[in-house]
């Protein structure tokens, strides 16, 4: 038997819906799906919890990390936790499959290696069409450098600890693992002999001016970087600092709503910031709040005049880099513990709720 996880945030239910349907009308039903929802909104969780009347044998986990970084690593591998099928087959909510497809997989099945499938993308209209799948006018087809789509013997990937948590945001998690598993001597193979997997057209998920999500602006960078790093390293292991797959327990979560151990107000200011993030390491099973607002221009004039005439002077820092700064401190030490985070640039107010655990 087999494992097919999926993981979702906020996805068009339309799209959620096409997806889930492919695979209930496989030929060879001899699977089991897990849909991991990874901090969608509210909401839209009602909707998706109608939705999957329509899909009982889906094993459905909702995350309440709403307002984090998306980590489609930790929402892997809280599936790959619980995995008790040999093989494990990593997948991506806005696809559909061939009818065949999960045949195809016991077909190719090796215990020593990983298989990772090319994909048909659809345009707009043709993702609009309800149709048998191959019916679908492909546009263009993926290549060996998109790693998404790929089959895994289980015992391999929870050797390596599973995906690797440090990548937030988009990119670079799947062609790390398989990296990885190469550097442990496991055979990455592509299989291209036949289209078996299909990819709806959506927008690009880009944050918006006027969202306060959480969003660093760096990250697809770093992930590269990061990645890059660790291929000349020959890395296998991920994750030795930190526990993985760790599901964020609700209780804990619901801190977050009540009144909190501590307060406070930062100014964008580099000393301040520095004293702040030194000693969150000091508290333990404690709720901090923080609030750090931009100050008026009037205000940072002063200081660069200060700055010209060799006097002590205070140095403002850009909201948008103490941004990045707060949320790579987040991604190095406190991905694991439950917070919110919100940055409107608007406003140019950032807040962060965290329950320090660890």
């Known amino acids: 038997m087999l494992t097919v996880v999926l993981t ?39 909707k998706l919890n109608e939705l999957l009347l329509e899909f009982p044998k889906i094993k ?21 936790k619980q995995c008790q099928t040999p093989f494990f087959f990593v ?17 190719i099945k090796q215990e020593r290696e990983a298989v990772y499938f090319q994909v048909g993308f659809l345009d707009e209209k043709e993702s609009q069409r309800n149709c048998n799948f191959e019916d679908y006018q492909i546009s263009f087809n993926s290549n060996k450098e998109a790693t998404g ?36 001597g496991i055979n990455i193979n592509y299989y291209d002999s036949e289209v078996l997997v299909l990819h709806q057209w959506h927008p690009k998920q880009y944050r918006s001016i006027n969202s306060t999500d959480a969003y660093h602006s760096g990250l697809e960078k770093i992930n590269h970087s990061y990645l890059k790093i660790g291929q000349q390293t020959n890395q296998t292991i991920a994750n030795k600092k930190q526990q993985w797959g760790l599901f964020p327990k609700n209780d804990l979560y619901q801190k977050l709503k009540r009144d909190f151990d501590f307060s406070f107000d930062i100014l964008p200011e580099i000393n301040q ?28 004039s002063k200081e660069v005049v200060k700055k010209y005439l060799g006097k002590k002077y205070i140095n403002f820092l ?9 949320l790579q401190e987040i991604i190095f030490h406190y991905r694991n513990v439950p917070y919110e985070y919100s940055f409107d640039k608007k406003n140019r107010i950032i807040e962060l709720k965290i329950y320090l655990t660890e």
């Open 318 to 326: 850009k909201m948008d880099f103490v941004n990045d700064l707060i």
């Open 91 to 107: 997948a991506d909510i806005d696809m559909i499959f061939n009818n065949g497809f999960i045949q195809k997989l016991y077909d």
């Open 149 to 184: 789509m790929t089959l895994y013997p289980t015992d391999l990937l929870k050797q390596i600890n599973g995906f690797d948590e440090f990548y937030h945001g988009w990119g670079a998690e799947d062609t790390d693992t398989h990296v990885r598993l190469q550097n442990l």
């Open 273 to 300: 910031l520095t004293a702040f993030i030194a000693q969150l390491a000091n508290f333990h099973n404690k709720t901090l709040s923080v609030t750090i607002k931009d100050v008026d221009e009037k205000t940072k």
């Open 8 to 46: 979702n945030r906020n996805r068009d239910l339309h799209i959620v819906k096409n997806c889930l349907q492919s695979l209930i009308q496989q030929n060879y039903d001899d699977f089991c799906c897990f849909l991991v929802d990874y901090g969608s909104e509210l909401n839209y969780l009602e």
């Open 60 to 80: 459905f986990i909702s995350c309440p990390v709403q307002h984090q970084l998306w980590n489609k690593s930790r929402a892997i591998n809280i599936a790959l």
